[in-house]
């Protein structure tokens, strides 16, 4: 049979471009491949983030993303507050406003931090920023030259890993357990850090159902470690998005409202009222706030003029702190539905934290077991979680994971925990198919042909 | 099938209207991102050649949708088992609604890496060396005994891959021995079946085969070479961490056989209208099948586009014409 090959002439109705004359794609599909800056080298298409597009399919129970249950807010009440901020005060609304962000925000943004014991802050030392996630940035582009070390919870928040990694900061994880960070890690780490002439540049915290761990730090660890700030000289950025989302108690008082000149304190509206509206804040002593509104303004030229003033009208107009029980009380039916099940339901071997606020459970799975190579298993089963590897600058995590409890229905987080055990349970059996192989009692080896 | 069964995108008087494409991508698989990716580069290209195309998944509202909206024909962007493993396409059979692509039972062989090496073995093609089984064969007998008749067998290094699937997930490439077992766990994470075959060395190849009315034709082979020397996900989607060369930079004679082996391979597994297989040129220049893929990615970093434009077509038009095939069968 004559074989067709190659046909190089294109056919004649394509109406298509002159015989073999197309322009050459780069060999690398890239032409610019080698100019992207050094900060760039960790961009790039990633395994664990396609396994995770499966999550918007309605079959898989995803307790992977961290999504605040926003449609329990009054819907209707936000949506004719901010028609009438357009609608009324478009000329300002709709406007450029100032880089620092809205004067009455700010002041508003004060009487928030009161409810967690910060009484001192000034407006003027208020930056309001795209999130706090901006806001991290900022501080890390204002601190850092790359090779400087930053120090944070092992785990830690994925965002911040991932702004440290752009701004090619080193980061050194310290040790937390049950009540946060543990002060004699972080003690320890400095020594270190000195003794190898590293520059630590500032800690990075999550004092409050941390993200992953979902532990909070305790008041004694939290007067130990402004201490041992005090006596190292060393600064901490304080990033506290959940601390009004307690179930039980009030806030523990910040670490900035013991001390006004060391900690840089990060807050956000994103879980007591919406992430979509990007709206967060940076609490800085004078100096420090100059370079970060000139930052800002670099990047940004202003925050958001219309959701600012969305912000600021919502916290003066609406029963925002009856709001934020009413997230809590979700929260915690969901919280509770995810620790009953766990405890039913993980086999021997795992074991995770009870936090008692915010989103997460940060699970320890049995010996041996990598959260990320049994993903696949997990797509499989249809149940979404994310493997503690994407929490660790230096590839720890393996034998962790986070399960977020705060978007799905409480019986669909059971039915996720039911599916989450069967994926451990099928990992555990191939272990014990394949852990015990003494590769070097084969025999086969000696008689092999080499390819 | 006469001469005029290639028709053009936009036809006769009969048809007015541009032809209605439906284009299936995403599924519930580990590659629906790649998949979604290749699904808006198909209803891009056809929109552009001046078809009436749409997104859609496969999901619970697919088959009410085809019913309430007619498609003249399907172009099916799956990637993955709902794709790729001919379940989906018995299902469009079932409800008569014309798609482009093997049929359902060729995609079950394909599909099936051992299956259709089994086949391509048969036809007188090169192959590595390879075994496949399932967990509970290695529970049953023995994990250790079992892997060490494989190395014996098979020698090192060894290529472990998930018996089904597609972009790369789950294969590994094992030099020593002791990283064996792992390798296995790792795999079997994908699927219940493990394919273990003699790791071959050489120019890797992406064999594009497309049929436009007058039998399959080999269009240039891309010549694949990661910078990283692992094809693996990261290297197949992220632009400049691989270089690709279309067409590929072998001699005349390699160029030929690998182009019939192509052929040869979409010819004997019965497959239809587009096909992509993977292989390897090793330095005496025998070219060694590894895999075919039924629903070949159609992504911005995807092969079969590059083979496409190196023949000289428009991916467009090709797509446009193989859709425009498959609805005038129908009627």
């Known amino acids: ?59 898989v129970v995803s307790l992977a993303g961290g999504m605040p249950a926003v449609t329990a807010l009054p819907l209707d009440a936000v949506g004719s507050m901010i028609g009438e901020l ?12 100032s880089g620092q962000g809205d004067p009455r925000l700010r002041e508003r943004i004060c009487d928030v931090m009161a409810l967690e014991g910060i009484l001192d802050a000034n407006p003027s030392e208020v930056v309001v920023t795209v999130g706090s996630q901006q806001g991290l940035d900022l501080v890390t582009r204002v601190f850092c030259d790359p090779g400087d070390v930053i120090l944070a919870e092992g785990p830690s928040y994925v965002g911040a890993l991932g702004v440290f990694q752009a701004a090619q900061a080193r980061v050194r994880h310290v040790a937390m357990d049950d009540d946060g960070l543990v002060p004699e890690a972080l003690e320890q780490a400095l020594l270190e850090c000195r003794a190898n002439g590293d520059r630590v540049k500032f800690l990075y915290t999550i004092p409050n159902f941390h993200n992953p761990a979902g532990v909070t730090l305790s008041e004694p660890r939290r007067r130990a470690i402004v201490d041992i700030a005090d006596r190292y000289d060393l600064l901490v950025v304080e990033d506290n998005p959940y601390g009004l989302l307690g179930f039980d108690h009030d806030p523990i008082p910040a670490l900035r409202s013991r001390n006004a000149q060391r900690v840089i304190y990060l807050g956000s509206f994103s879980k007591t009222f919406s992430p979509g509206l990007r709206v967060g804040w940076v609490l800085a002593p004078l100096a420090v706030r100059e370079k970060l509104v000139l930052a800002t303004e670099a990047q940004v030229l202003c925050p958001p003029s219309l959701t600012q003033y969305a912000v600021a009208r919502y916290l003066d107009t609406q029963p925002w702190r009856e709001q934020i029980k009413v997230f809590t009380e979700l929260y915690r039916e969901r919280r509770d539905a995810t620790l009953e099940s766990l405890e039913t339901l993980m086999p021997p071997g795992t074991a995770w934290t009870h936090p008692d606020g915010g989103f997460y459970v940060w699970l320890e799975l049995p010996h ?84 | 099938m006469s001469e005029g069964a290639a028709v053009p995108a936009v036809a006769s008087t ?53 019913a309430a909206a007619p ?16 379940a989906l396409r018995a299902v469009l059979d079932l409800a008569g609604v014309p798609y482009v692509g093997s049929p359902a039972a060729a995609c079950r062989l394909a599909w099936d890496k051992p299956a259709a090496k089994s086949v391509v073995r048969s036809a007188g093609l090169a192959t590595p060396d390879w075994v496949a089984l399932p967990h509970s064969t290695f529970r049953e007998l023995g994990a250790g005994a079992v892997l060490d008749l494989i190395v014996a067998r098979l020698g090192l290094p060894l290529m472990v891959k998930p018996a089904s699937g597609g972009s790369a997930l789950g294969a590994q490439k094992v030099s020593r021995v002791e990283d064996l077992p792992a390798s296995m766990v790792s795999c079997f994470a994908y699927g219940d079946t493990v394919l273990v075959e003699r790791f071959v060395d050489g120019v890797e190849l992406a064999l594009s085969v497309v049929d436009l009315g007058e039998g399959p034709e080999a269009l240039p082979a891309v010549e694949i070479a990661p910078e990283s020397g692992v094809f693996d996900y990261t290297a197949r989607y992220t632009p400049g961490l691989t270089e690709y060369h279309s ?16 052929v040869r391979v979409h010819d004997a597994l019965g497959l239809a209208d587009v096909s992509r297989t993977d292989a390897i040129v090793t ?9 075919v893929n039924v629903s070949p990615g159609l992504t911005e970093t995807s092969m079969f586009p590059m083979a496409v434009e190196a023949a000289g077509y428009e991916l467009g038009d090709v797509l446009a014409r193989l859709l425009a095939r498959r609805a005038g069968r129908s009627r």
């Open chain 2, 247 to 262: 067409p590929a930079r072998v001699d005349d004679a390699v160029a030929q056989r690998a182009a019939a082996l192509a």
């Open chain 1, 1 to 59: 049979m004559p074989l067709r090959l190659l046909r190089v002439a294109p056919p004649p109705d394509s109406g298509a471009h002159p015989h073999g004359h197309v322009t050459p794609r780069h060999p690398r599909l890239d032409p610019l491949a080698d100019r992207y800056a050094a900060r760039t080298h960790g961009m790039k298409a990633s395994e664990i983030r396609a396994l995770f597009s499966v999550v918007s399919r309605p079959e």
């Open chain 2, 283 to 291: 330095p005496d220049g025998e070219v060694h099948f590894l895999e």
């Open chain 2, 71 to 86: 498609a003249d024909a399907v172009f099916i962007a799956l990637h993955g088992a709902t794709g790729e493993d001919g």
């Open chain 1, 86 to 97: 357009v609608s009324g005060m478009g000329a300002q609304t709709l406007q450029y406003g």
């Open chain 2, 14 to 66: 009969e048809q007015p209207h541009p032809l209605r494409a439906v284009v299936l991508a995403g599924g519930l698989t580990f590659e629906r991102e790649v998949s979604l990716s290749s699904g808006t580069q198909v209803v891009e290209e056809l929109l552009r050649a001046g078809l009436d195309a749409e997104l859609r998944d496969a999901d619970a509202e697919l088959l009410p949708g085809l």
């Open chain 1, 368 to 451: 041996g077991l990598d959260a990320k190579l049994m993903q696949p298993r997990a797509v499989n089963a249809h149940v979404a979680y994310v493997p503690g590897i994407g929490f660790y600058a230096d590839g720890s995590g393996r034998g962790h994971l986070r399960l977020s409890y705060c978007y799905p229905e409480p019986d669909q987080i059971r039915e996720g925990v039911r599916r989450l055990a069967r994926v451990i349970e099928a990992e555990l059996d191939l272990h014990s198919t394949f852990d015990a192989v003494d590769t070097g009692t084969f025999r086969g080896l000696g008689s092999a042909e080499r390819a």
